[in-house]
């Protein structure tokens, strides 16, 4: 229909004599534009924006979805909670400019949310927005949620759980999960962390639903795109944006982000959860467990030290996200990802927002990709794309027997890079010097007892 209506307006053009002037070739460009946006059609192509918490992916969301008649879909494991706008960062009513918004604000508190489950809103989400000739546009910040668009997950049949599995599942019980995960498959517990709980969990909900090991369906896994997928990854240099993030947090707290902190505890506290509650679903805000030493009234606790968690915590976790998108999602989409540079936000039209659209643009229309993948200053932040894969020995678990976990119990390291890394670092150095001093000290108590044993 489109390109029907653009060759008679072609052919038209063409007869236009020049006494008819620019008047008349100026309307004909507004009438194509207009057009353009009218019919524009997404077919099978998605938009993503990765990036870490605070350096404006909401933002550009709204200005891509404003140009080229998308729509938000959120990937944002804590957005998909109800209520508590604030402390999940969900992007303001009012600065959406009627933009709709999927997967969020939908999930109770007392809910697990789960992987495969925004696998299946996800999709439904985009076979709508494209059943109405719109762009879905993917942005959040819990970029694993992102593999379902290649295909990394594990077909096969599933089967409902029975009740023994169910209370091993859910019991709350990180322990239990991990020690039963081990004895189904012990190859792919060695991959993850005993604390890592939810995705441990996750790894055992799926022995269960499919009967078959995790290791075993992983290794059938592909990583082909299941749509035509732009990727864009707005960046920021650390500095800037970790004062960025520390401004956040004040402003956050200052406009009823502690409100929602105090409302979530009386949930906490009327549902007579405990602390190891903040390991899964709404608690695992950064906030909730960073207050709860202060809002459980303990002794030496200012208001101001738990501020200052909060922003050490979310620091730490723009880290991680950084982290993951070099190591997983670079290498996965082969270094097919344009960078954005947000570092100086005086620069967001210029360095941000122009660029994405002129990007977008060609993506949209199908022509030709010009524009490098990224700024030259940021270029060698793509090299992790030539990342090789990962040896079955860097999976390797090793316990340290020297330095405990906060738990109290032999400190866990995933992969013998790292292993290495911990012999070499000043914490393992100086809990084995204490342990030497330690064992001397008791041979030295050793010898005394000898001593006066003999002497009696």
Known sequence: ??????????????????????????????????????????????????????????????????????????????????????????????????????????????????????EKECFAAIDDIHSRGKTPIIVGGTHYYLQVLLNKHMTSEKRALTDEQKNILFSNNPEMVYKTLKDHDPVIASKFHP????????????????????????????????????????????????????????????????????????????????????????????????????????????????????????????????????????????GNIYMLDASDLTQWNLLVADRAKKITEEFIHDREMTYDFAPERLKTLLVSRDIPVRKPDDWKQFSCSICLDQKGKNLIIIGEKNWNIHLRSKRHKSNLTKGLRKLQFEKWKADQREKHVICD
């Not at 990583?223 to 035509?228: A, E, F, S, W």
């Open 1 to 118: 229909m489109t390109s029907f209506l653009f060759s008679k307006l072609e052919k038209s053009k063409k007869n236009w004599n020049y006494r008819e002037g620019l008047i008349k070739i100026n309307s004909w460009t507004m009438l194509r534009k207009l057009l353009n946006r009218l019919f524009m059609t997404s077919g099978n192509k998605v938009i993503v924006i990765a990036g870490t918490t605070g350096v404006g992916k909401s933002q550009l969301s709204i200005e891509l979805a404003s140009r080229f008649n998308g729509e938000v879909i959120n990937s944002d494991s804590m957005q998909v909670y109800k209520k508590i706008p604030i402390i999940t960062n969900k992007h303001p009513l009012e600065e959406r400019n009627r933009i709709s918004h999927h997967v969020m604000n939908h999930v109770d508190w007392t809910e697990e949310y789960y992987l495969h489950r925004f």
């Open 195 to 334: 604390n890592d709980t939810r995705r441990v969990q996750r790894m055992l909900e799926i022995y269960y639903e499919t009967g078959k090991r995790p290791s075993e369906l992983y290794s059938k896994q592909s990583t082909q795109l299941r749509y035509d997928t732009l990727f864009l990854w707005l960046h920021s240099d650390y500095q800037p944006l970790e004062s960025r993030l520390d401004e956040r947090v004040d402003n956050m707290l200052g406009s009823g982000g502690l409100e929602e902190i105090e409302e979530l505890y009386r949930f906490y506290k009327d549902n007579k959860y405990s602390l190891t509650q903040c390991e899964n679903g709404v608690w695992q805000v950064i906030g909730f467990k960073e207050f709860l030493p202060w809002l459980e009234k303990e002794q030496n606790i200012t208001l101001e030290q738990c501020t200052e968690r909060m922003k050490i915590r979310t620091r730490q976790y723009a880290k991680k996200q950084v982290k993951w998108i070099k190591k997983m999602l670079v290498p996965d989409v082969k």
